[in-house]
T-cell receptor
Framework: GNSVTQMEGPVTLSEEAFLTINCTYT??????LFWYVQYPGEGLQLLLK?????DKGSNKGFEATYRKETTSFHLEKGSVQVSDSAVYFC???????????FGSGTKLNVKP | NAGVTQTPKFRILKIGQSMTLQCTQD?????MYWYRQDPGMGLKLIYY???????DKGEVPNGYNVSRSTTEDFPLRLELAAPSQTSVYFC???????????FGDGTRLSIL
């Protein structure tokens, strides 16, 4: 079946540090991959996506590359800010996009 | 710019009571979803709908019911509330043809 595994948090970094949040997936077909961000008290917002192998999604300084050979979609940012503090979810969807599968989320705390 | 609107934002129920969580979207999306998010966990799909009059079960449908009489609305019904249903509930929608989901701000439900 389909599933997503994320590194456990919380991750605590100082401002301007480099961020990596690991995400690996299991899928029966060729999924699309997503990163969502959730700020306190809010719903999830799409951060970036990639729809096929070797695609790189990017937004607001965040990047993730769809690696089929390692079934991974790690989230990276070169220099985090306090405002990046949130919970980050990795997700995949099946080919027909009817269902989405989410990881358990990784909480990021950025200290000034 | 309403997007996906969920009501109520908070609710406390007694065991055995029933209630309906409302979800409406103004983006003319065919696909709609209900998730629950337990503390420290990812999202679990309860039910989804691919269009008016069509619904299907997700990973954790027991104890819930849904209906989809219009494109805009996708209410979630709890018939006999149980403490295990204490959670944050998110509604989401997406357009036909793929792409990311748009989330509401969630309903925090406590059952005592």
């Amino acid at each position: 079946g389909n599933s997503v595994t994320q590194m456990e948090g919380p991750v605590t970094l100082s401002e301007e540090a480099f961020l990596t949040i690991n995400c690996t997936y299991t899928a029966t077909g060729y999924p699309s991959l997503f990163w969502y961000v959730q700020y306190p008290g809010e719903g999830l917002q799409l951060l970036l996506k990639a729809t096929k192998a070797d695609d790189k999604g990017s937004n607001k300084g965040f990047e993730a590359t769809y690696r089929k050979e390692t079934t991974s979609f790690h989230l990276e940012k070169g220099s985090v800010q306090v405002s990046d503090s949130a919970v980050y979810f990795c997700a995949l969807s099946e080919g027909n996009f009817n269902k989405f599968y989410f990881g358990s989320g990784t909480k990021l705390n950025v200290k000034p | 710019n309403a997007g996906v609107t969920q009501t109520p934002k908070f609710r406390i129920l007694k065991i055995g009571q029933s209630m309906t969580l409302q979800c409406t979207q103004d983006m003319n999306h065919n696909y709609m979803y209900w998730y629950r998010q337990d503390p420290g966990m990812g999202l679990k799909l309860i039910y989804y709908s691919v269009g008016a009059g069509i619904t299907d079960k997700g990973e954790v449908p027991n104890g819930y019911n849904v209906s989809r009489s219009t494109t805009e609305d996708f209410p979630l019904r709890l018939e006999l509330a149980a403490p295990s249903q204490t959670s944050v509930y998110f509604c989401a929608s997406r357009p036909t043809g793929g792409g990311p989901q748009h989330f509401g701000d969630g309903t925090r439900l406590s059952i005592l």
